[in-house]
């Protein structure tokens, strides 16, 4: 029987209040009128919402009031498939809510009569929640800072996970006194540590901000002249910090994310993590993105990591890859963050075609290569744009607008400028899908100029002659849609389907045709079609389920 990892979290879930509209500084206008958003979010139950949408069963442990606000908060979780069956319910209480002030920049926290600061110690069966086989615990630092109360349940927590041999993860997630009153109300570091510390170096990880990496060092008295993060030592320098703390505490494995933005908006993201073995960074392979919310990429690359942990236990494989699970967490946190709120909606099928589209090499998601200036060293080149959106939709969609452009025009050419110009001048004249074929000069370079000068919403772009599956997952980083061949290669059905590409091979017979279909294909070329009449088409078609089969005549087709 197979092993799963379920995983489970304690802590606080508040509401936000942020203002849609840039702050016009008058705040004696009529009424004070303004437009907010209203979103959920904490980093504990941001994970089990995250990991829920991968697939994960996930259960937060908190404490929530009866009435409309605490309804908003139980159904979020809910609606993402989070188990609540362990929270506690407490009537004539309130949610915690905070609201951002940009023009002060500040947040106002009102969570002092919130049903999570009035919990009662000793609230929670720690030895009956963690008593199952296979779980994963993960807490934060900011539960503990928020009462008395909520300190003993955590410290209660955690040294019951600890004590069942739990993997247990901690975010320190230590909010800073120049963040309004997040320091004031949540106490300083030192604090923090004093209740953190006692617990290392049994914990499977500890994570840390730029500014907690800082601010530990200090309080270790390790010495350490900090550079840009933008700068080309900046790996290296930060890494052996890192590596510094890791030796002083003796343990556990220790990550740090970083962040660094260029003028456009555009944010450069990586990982270091220093354990054991040494330190290992996903520095030489970022991710490029254009955040839409400041908010939940830190939890999303919480459980993008432990997603991977859990299926390391779950393999029973020793061969633990901490840039492998930093990778995940990166590319996790991005997507995450093209949506407004705390909540990734990613799931484990867009996770795992971004892995597969990336491997290897920097990841854009949803910018373009020349936004990527002043972000620091490998700026990648040439790289498409990842779609949140699962395989299945992306092949559905493309299929409706193949359809409607009714003509493929194919590019195939010995001199790729002349190919890009024509490709161009297709488009202009009304063109709504265009094939470059692989046997082409320079075939990837014309699809990349293409799909970078022609809109994705205006034209689908797609590549012709292919042989290999593995020509499927270059051309799809250049931004390829559908991909022909003039056969049916090994595997190549399959390499389509998995990236969202739709997959047009070849078949000329009834029996090839249908082998198509029966392989996955949505779509089947009919090859060489002037060898097949219109009559005898349409004989074909006539029969039984043959006539289900989306045909896409090829070779001889003159106006």
Known sequence: MSRSYSLVSYGEAMVRFAPIDP???????????????????????????????????????????????????????????????????????????????????????????????????????????????????????????????????????????????????????????????????????????????????????????????QGLALLEGIAFNGVALDSSEADQ????????????????????????????????????????????????????????????????????????????????????????????????????????GDHSNTTREQLDAAERLFSGQPALVNVLPDETVNLGPNTPVKLSVPSTRGAKELIADALVRLKDAKVIAILRANDAELAISRGVELFEMGCRALEVTLDSQDAYRILSELTSRIPADKCLIGVGTVFEPSQVAESFKRGARF?????????????????GVVAIPSGFSPQELWNTKLQGAPCVKLFPAQMCSPATLKDILSIGQLGTLRIMPSGGINP
């Not at 000793?122 to 934060?140: K, P, S, Y």
Request: neutral net charge.
């Open 23 to 213: 702050p016009s500084g008058d705040s004696a206008a009529p009424s004070a009128a303004a437009t907010y958003l209203r979103t959920v979010g904490g980093d504990e139950l941001n994970v089990c919402v995250d990991l829920a949408h991968l697939g994960r069963h996930t259960e937060w442990i908190s404490v929530l009031p009866t009435g409309p606000l605490g309804n908003v908060v139980r159904d979020c979780g809910l609606n993402a498939g989070v188990d609540l069956s362990k929270t506690i319910y407490v009537d004539n209480a309130e949610v915690g809510t905070f609201f951002v002030i940009p023009e002060a920049r500040a947040v106002h926290y009102q969570r002092a009569n919130s049903a999570w600061a009035r919990q009662e110690v000793g609230a929670f069966d720690w030895q009956t929640i963690f008593g199952r086989h296979d779980i994963w615990v993960h807490l934060t630092g900011i539960s503990p800072m928020t009462g008395a109360n909520a300190r003993l349940n955590w410290q209660a927590a955690i040294e019951t996970a600890l004590r069942l041999h739990k993997p247990v993860s901690v975010d320190l997630n230590h909010r800073a006194e120049s963040f309004a009153q997040a320091g004031k109300a949540l106490g300083t570091l030192q604090d923090l540590w004093s209740v953190v510390q006692p617990y290392l170096p049994k914990p499977k990880l500890l994570i840390l901000s730029l500014d907690q990496l």
């Open 237 to 340: 320098s930060w890494a052996t910090l890192l590596r510094q703390l890791y030796a002083k505490l003796n343990g556990p494995p220790l990550a740090c994310c970083f962040k660094v933005r260029n003028g456009l908006g555009v944010q450069r993201r990586w990982t270091v993590i220093a354990d054991s073995s040494g330190v290992h960074s996903t520095y030489a392979t970022p991710v490029y993105h254009r955040p839409k919310d400041e908010c939940g990429g830190g939890s999303a690359w919480a459980a993008g990591y432990i997603d991977c942990m859990m299926q390391c236990l779950e393999r029973n494989d020793t061969a633990y890859s901490p840039v492998k699970a930093a990778r995940r967490g990166d590319l996790l946190a991005a997507l995450c963050q093209e949506i407004v």
């Open 483 to 499: 991909a022909l061949s003039p056969i049916n290669p090994a595997g190549f059905i399959d390499a389509c389907n998995e990236l």
